[in-house]
């Protein structure tokens, strides 16, 4: 069945190390993104991807990378510089200009300790 | 800006009733959707509904339907008879045409007590 992974579904990292959360789709979606959630809040949008190699920052960008050398696959790493990292990460999906196609990942959970 | 309101942060029905959750968006664009999603403790976001700006009907998806009041900018979602699987949170989210980014509100907790 086509969807997106993300992995790992919990992660526990020390302050001051970067860390990679994956994500992965078997969609051919054109489209994906990254957000953020903090309890109390809603969604956040940290980086998003139209196409292959490009990608745009979004409204919490800071702290955060990303790169899109496969259609499939959007990795985000929470960098040092992410001042409170701990939080819930979601990955999606859309095909380009069809917003009713938005699928979600199950999310990642990141504790830094 | 866009922005998206929801002012109720935790709301209570009683199992098979009718329960309304309340959305109210802020946008210039004239072409943009309206989205309700549900997300259970495990954290998926799972698509309930979906109406655009120019529908005229309101959107209905079996026992859920989307009040949309297009000159009051407001897209209350409602729930018939709740069940117990309905207690999670709720969020209303719009994206505009261009781009597909979307515009989250902060959610709302619905439990439904037996």
């Known amino acids: 069945d086509g969807g997106i992974t993300q992995s790992p579904k919990y992660l526990f990292r020390k302050e001051g190390q970067n860390v990679t959360l994956s994500c992965e789709q078997n969609?051919?979606?054109?489209?994906m993104y990254w957000y953020r959630q903090d309890p109390g809040q809603g969604l956040r949008l940290i980086y998003y991807s139209q196409i292959v190699n490009d990608f745009q920052k979004g409204d919490i960008a800071e702290g955060y990378s990303v790169s899109r050398e496969k259609k499939e696959s959007f990795p985000l790493t929470v960098t040092s510089a992410q001042k409170n990292p701990t939080a819930f990460y979601l990955c999606?999906?859309?095909?380009?200009?069809?917003?009713?196609?938005?699928?979600f990942g199950s999310g990642t959970r990141l504790t830094v300790v | 800006a866009q922005k998206i309101t929801q002012t109720q942060p935790g709301m209570f029905v009683q199992e098979k009733e009718a329960v309304t959750l309340d959305c109210t968006y802020d946008?210039?664009?004239?072409?943009?959707?309206l989205f309700w999603y549900k997300q259970p403790s495990s954290g998926e976001m799972i698509f309930l509904i979906y109406q655009g700006s120019y529908d005229e009907q309101n959107a209905t998806e079996g026992r859920y339907s989307l009040n949309f009041q297009k000159a009051r900018k407001s897209a209350n979602l409602v729930i018939s008879a709740s069940q117990l699987g309905d207690s999670a949170m709720y969020f209303c989210a719009m994206i505009r045409v261009t781009g597909n980014q979307f515009y989250f509100g902060t959610g709302t907790s619905l439990t439904v007590i037996p």
């Open positions: 946008t210039s664009d004239q072409s943009y959707g």
């Open positions: 999606a999906s859309s095909p380009q200009g069809y917003a009713y196609g938005y699928t």
């Open positions: 969609l051919n979606h054109d489209a």
